[in-house]
């Protein structure tokens, strides 16, 4: 049931190569796959532990294309296999999220991608 709630939401594909930086060992874990702003779709390239939870951070633009580092405490839903030896994807749920990246992060996901 939770899960369904949480897909209602709005979600932004990223084409971009947007790295995923874990805050408690300073190391890029992935890339961002697809994000709303209750959750996002990571391309781990290191393992996760299924349940955790997690503090991330990632840069994306603002509304004037300024970066904004964004940090999210999220919790491992799910991890599957990509195609790619190495690399899984990750389902993860924001737990944590401050009111001015949350902000960012819905103006972020409501923009029209250029050329499309």
């Known amino acids: 049931r939770m899960i369904r709630e949480s897909r209602r939401a709005d979600r932004r594909n990223v084409h971009e190569s947007i790295a995923v930086l874990d ?4 190391q890029v874990i992935g ?3 697809n994000i709303s702003e209750s959750g996002m779709l990571l391309g781990a390239n ?3 532990l299924d ?3 997690y503090q ?3 840069e994306i633009p ?3 294309g300024r970066p904004v580092k964004i940090d999210v405490g999220a919790h491992l839903i799910w991890v599957g296999n990509a195609n790619t030896p190495g690399q899984s994807w990750a389902g993860l749920r ?3 999220i401050s009111e ?3 902000v960012t992060l819905r103006q972020w996901i409501g923009t029209p991608k250029p050329g499309r």
């Open 31 to 33: 890339r961002l796959g």
């Open 51 to 53: 349940d955790a939870l």
């Open 94 to 96: 924001f737990l944590t």
């Open 62 to 64: 603002d509304r004037n």
């Open 56 to 58: 991330f951070r990632f």
């Open 100 to 102: 001015e990246h949350l």
């Open 46 to 48: 290191t393992p996760l």
């Open 23 to 26: 805050t408690m060992t300073e």
